[in-house]
């Protein structure tokens, strides 16, 4: 390998090849394995108590949770969309989707608060109390870290700091709101479907 | 160069360096430190039981003292002083110039340091966590532990897990971006396929760790019933989630000190290692198998027959690859010509114990031996001369052969053989009796014990045995500080080794190599094709990376400089906990929005200076 092919190697990179990406990519895994761990945790009660759920707590409504559903997975879309956007260096299309994106979760956010004050239980009333606020909390605050994360990467877009050939923190930034999606179809399976059919 | 890679001067400079070799040393004192800190406390235990019915110690302060000894060794000492070796060795090891994050390791390092003075506080602010070192419900509970000790090991644990995680992903990522070009896959040295597996592994098993401790943590604290059967909560539940992290732990400890091993044989056998491909499959099925074997620890508990036959079987399968690992070992060094330094001897050493220490674990994979001998001193000398002999003997060996490198003095010879005789003769003569005692009935964590059992004698040598131990520790103490005033000079490879670290100078300069070295083989400084360098990177704070499998070079990576951002996250995170700690909701906030205040300042692109751009 000569010098000079050396000088020539690019230093804005992203996906696979940036070490940044690959930092986002373990983040995810190791937190999608704390999910696993608190929805081990979920089923090991469930069947460890002879009925589930307990204290004649009726399996929860799917009607309010599940249009919060269809709004958090609907916001993945304008984000893909954005960030294909800086891709081919739209400017426009980044701001705009990423916006849509972001507005779209603070909407499943304030769904998810209207869904706890109407609930019958509360995280003292007994172990299933306790897990269902534990697991939709600890994602609801996954949902407005995400949020935040979305609202610094709009702020710099606004700035300009985003081109078709360096967009790595729109990228890190649409995988983490990604995987935040994709984490509450295994809550919402576990949590909101499961009691219906097991 | 220097000017542009060097930690700047004065208390800024040393607070903001992100400087692999330095954070590496910082972990090594600091781990060093807590390792003395859990001596102390095993010494004041071992005085404690030197005869029956002694009153040195106070039955609470006994329970303090076992439960913070084995949290320290285990936590605060094992794993950190295996990353320190890891932050300084492995990108010298890679032809790198630094870690894929320095900032996120120099902040790895704050955590660690905080999140260790935050568990030792609680000595000072109405005692230590007293459950023994993992932690059982109920008696862990807000019921039986009031106070808040428990609230030290919860929240200390979670918090050292942000640094243990981020310093996984780092090793990760450097493993996999920041080859010297030419070191293909099949041809990275063992040492960092043993890192490599156990940041793997910390990313998969820790969760479950910080699940256990964040529920346990809100039922004590919130009242909610996770682990209250009242409540419909299960206790066996912590049990599963401690030791779906808690043995894969075990092997967070073992594999990096086999990968020391596997760098230091060949290295004083004159001759490549036996088995590179083998060797490479043990450690990642170990690393595999690790994740099968979690309820061996709870035979006792009432499992199904199935479940202990699983899980007693998957403890037998381990056995295998830790063969395969010995026996390669062994095989290189017959086909050797063995020069006898100290770093070696230690090895040996390493396989003695470790020898004895896996036949006693393959003995208790038997459910019904387990059933006999469990919560006795029998397990207490299983897993010394598991953690002693298989991780600390390595650690030694590790730490008198890569000192020459970090320091660039040699250590004395003849103190690191009297070192190396004092400590093994110490651990045998404190543990051994222990399998006995174990075998006649006396169960661990008991603060004293009655004086007609017949366990007087065995108690004693114990005692002494355990404080020879300490002198051989304090021996090597001597060694460094002596070397360190005026240690014979190393010179770049003293021991003749293979690997790129012994590339450089002794200590090597803050950005490692000139050029970039190129690799050909797996033993690059024994291979006469070795060039004496790549490509110079002579302009700019940048380092080379490369493509995953083949280590093609496909970027310049552009190096950050000093910074103080990590040490400000750091002591943000520090009030967060704190503030849970002392349960205000105010100081909480405060310490997360100086998080989101901090992680902003440190992701925000720097001004791009000339020099960047050229």
């Not at chain 2, 170990?286 to 199935?306: C, E, K, N, Q, R």
Request: net charge neutral; glycine share 10%.
């Amino acid at each position: 390998m000569s010098r000079a092919t050396v000088a020539t190697l690019p230093s804005e990179v992203s996906g696979a090849r940036a070490v940044g990406w690959w930092g986002m990519v373990l983040l995810i895994t190791t937190e999608a394995t704390l999910f696993a761990c608190l929805l081990f945790s979920y089923f090991y009660l469930a069947v460890s108590n002879p009925v589930w759920p307990l204290g004649g707590i009726q399996p929860p409504d799917l009607l309010l949770p599940g249009s919060g559903t269809v709004v958090l997975l609907s916001s993945s879309a304008p984000m893909a969309w954005a960030e294909a956007g800086i891709r081919r260096g739209q400017q426009g299309r980044l701001r705009l989707g990423m916006a849509l994106s972001f507005l779209l979760g603070a909407v499943f956010l304030g769904i998810q608060a209207v869904e706890y004050s109407h609930k019958p239980f509360t995280p003292q009333t007994n172990a299933y109390g306790s897990l269902f606020f534990t697991i939709t909390g600890f994602h609801g605050a996954h949902v407005f870290v995400g949020l935040l994360m979305s609202a610094v990467t709009q702020l710099r877009a606004w700035l300009g700091h985003f081109s078709a050939s360096r967009f790595l923190a729109v990228q890190n930034s649409a995988l983490y709101w990604h995987f935040v999606d994709a984490v509450w179809i295994f809550i919402f399976a576990s949590l909101y479907l499961s009691p219906h059919v097991l | 160069m220097r000017r542009s890679w060097e930690t700047g001067p004065g208390l800024l400079g040393w607070l903001g360096s992100v400087d692999h070799k330095e954070i590496g040393k910082r972990y090594i004192y600091t781990a060093f430190a807590f390792f003395l800190a859990g001596g102390v406390q095993a010494l004041l235990m071992r005085a404690q039981l030197a005869r029956p019915e002694n009153g040195l110690l106070s039955p609470e302060l006994y329970n303090q003292f076992f439960s913070m000894h084995g949290t320290t060794m285990i936590f605060l000492f094992a794993t950190p002083i295996q990353s320190g070796i890891g932050n300084f060795v492995l990108p010298l090891m890679l032809g790198s110039r630094d870690m894929a994050f320095p900032r996120l390791n120099a902040f790895g390092y704050w955590v660690f340091l905080f999140a260790g003075l935050f568990m030792y506080s609680s000595y000072l602010l109405g005692g230590a966590p007293a459950g023994g070192w993992f932690n059982y419900v109920p008696l862990t509970g807000p019921v039986f532990s009031p106070g808040w000790g428990i609230d030290f090991y919860t929240l200390g644990l979670i918090f050292l897990g942000i640094s243990t995680t981020a310093g996984a992903i780092n090793f990760i990522v450097s493993t996999f971006k920041l080859r010297a070009p030419g070191m293909s896959i099949n041809r990275l040295p063992l040492l960092i396929w043993s890192f490599l597996t156990t940041s793997f592994v910390i990313i998969f098993a820790l969760p479950a760790l910080t699940t256990a401790n964040a529920l346990l943590f809100l039922d004590r604290r919130f009242g909610t019933h996770v682990f209250d059967p009242a409540g419909g909560g299960n206790v066996l539940l912590w049990q599963h989630l401690f030791w779906i992290f808690g043995h894969p732990d075990v092997y967070i400890i073992f594999l990096p000190a086999v990968g020391m091993v596997s760098s230091i044989v060949p290295t004083f056998a004159r001759r490549p290692m036996v088995g590179y491909t083998l060797l490479v499959l043990a450690t990642v099925a170990t690393g595999i198998i690790s994740f099968g074997v979690w309820a061996h620890h709870m035979f006792a508990v009432g499992l199904t027959p199935l479940a202990m036959a699983f899980f007693g079987a998957a403890s037998l399968m381990i056995a295998i690859p830790s063969g395969i690992q010995v026996f390669a070992w062994l095989g290189t060094m017959l086909g050797g010509r063995v020069v006898l330094a100290s770093p070696l001897l230690f090895v040996l050493g390493f396989l003695v114990l470790f020898v004895i220490g896996g036949v006693t674990g393959v003995m208790f994979a038997a459910v019904p031996f387990d059933w006999q001998a469990t919560d006795s001193y029998f397990v207490v000398a299983h897993f010394h001369y598991v953690l002693i002999g298989g991780a600390v003997f390595p650690i030694f060996a590790g730490l008198h052969y890569w000192f020459p490198k970090m320091t660039g003095r040699m250590l004395d010879e003849r103190i690191a053989w009297l070192t190396f005789w004092v400590m093994f003769v110490g651990f045998n003569l404190a543990f051994f009796p222990m399998h006995i005692l174990g075998l006649l009935g006396m169960p661990r964590r008991v603060y004293t014990y009655q004086p007609d059992l017949g366990w007087d004698d065995l108690n004693l040598l114990a005692t002494m045995g355990a404080f020879l131990f300490a002198l051989g520790v304090l021996i090597f103490v001597y060694n460094v500080v002596r070397s360190l005033a005026g240690g014979e000079p190393a010179g770049d490879n003293p021991w003749d080794a293979s690997t790129l670290e012994w590339a450089t100078t002794s200590p090597p300069p803050p950005y490692n190599f000139l050029a970039i070295p190129v690799v050909h083989s797996r033993e690059p400084l024994w291979d006469p094709q070795s060039e004496a360098g790549g490509p110079l990177l002579e302009v700019g704070h940048r380092t080379l990376g490369t493509s995953v499998l083949d280590a093609d070079p496909t970027q310049l990576l552009r190096m950050p400089k000093d910074s103080l951002w990590p040490l400000a996250l750091a002591l943000s995170l520090l009030i967060v906990f704190v503030g849970l700690l002392v349960n205000l909701l105010l100081v909480v906030l405060v310490g997360l929005l100086l998080t989101f205040l901090c992680i902003t300042g440190w992701l925000w692109p720097p001004h791009r200076t000339r020099e960047l751009l050229t």
